[in-house]
């Protein structure tokens, strides 16, 4: 797990809530302090969905993609008023995920990684970037853990 400090926050946010660069990465979970605070499970409801969308191949996570939430959340935070803060989980789709392990050569199934993930804080005028692997089994191999934080740092070292 790696916190990195983006101190050009007016690119990065425009990227973020304007732009397409997060739009492949799955959202579930996002909070948003204004005038209110918002919170956004971005997990599927299939009682809504129904199970016949659910299967779609865009759906097999059970979890909305960052592009579909990005207008919902621009809504919120645009005007002349800086959010008081918001917090934004980002979890990479498994095909990325796969694609990831297979890349590092990190001799793991794709199976003991529940997600890669990053988490997007901005608070009182700061904003940090975490990084994170979510297992589901325990190991003392931190290989694939500092290889994504150094993915993560170059990918945002623009930012910074």
């Known amino acids: 797990m790696r916190s990195i400090e983006i101190t050009n926050l007016k ?7 304007a732009g397409t660069e997060f739009d492949d990465c799955l959202a579930p979970e996002i909070q948003i302090f204004t005038a209110a605070t918002f919170t956004i499970d971005g997990h599927l409801n299939e009682g809504f ?8 191949p865009e759906n097999r996570e059970g979890i ?30 498994a095909g990325f995920t796969e694609d990831f392990i297979r890349e590092s050569g990190c001799l793991i199934g794709a199976e003991s990684i529940s997600g890669l993930y990053l988490n997007i804080h901005f608070k009182s005028g700061q904003l940090y970037c975490t990084t994170g692997i979510s297992r589901s089994s325990f190991t003392m191999d931190k290989k694939l853990d500092l ?8 990918k945002l070292k623009v930012y910074r």
Request: proline share 6%.
């Open 49 to 56: 969905v129904g199970s016949d969308q659910m299967q779609l």
């Open 147 to 154: 290889l994504w934080d150094d993915y993560m740092e170059e």
């Open 11 to 17: 690119e990065f946010t425009s990227k973020l809530f």
């Open 64 to 93: 909305v993609f960052w592009k579909k939430l990005r207008p919902v959340c621009y809504e919120i935070i645009k005007g002349k008023k800086v959010p008081q803060q918001f917090k934004i989980v980002f979890k990479m789709p």
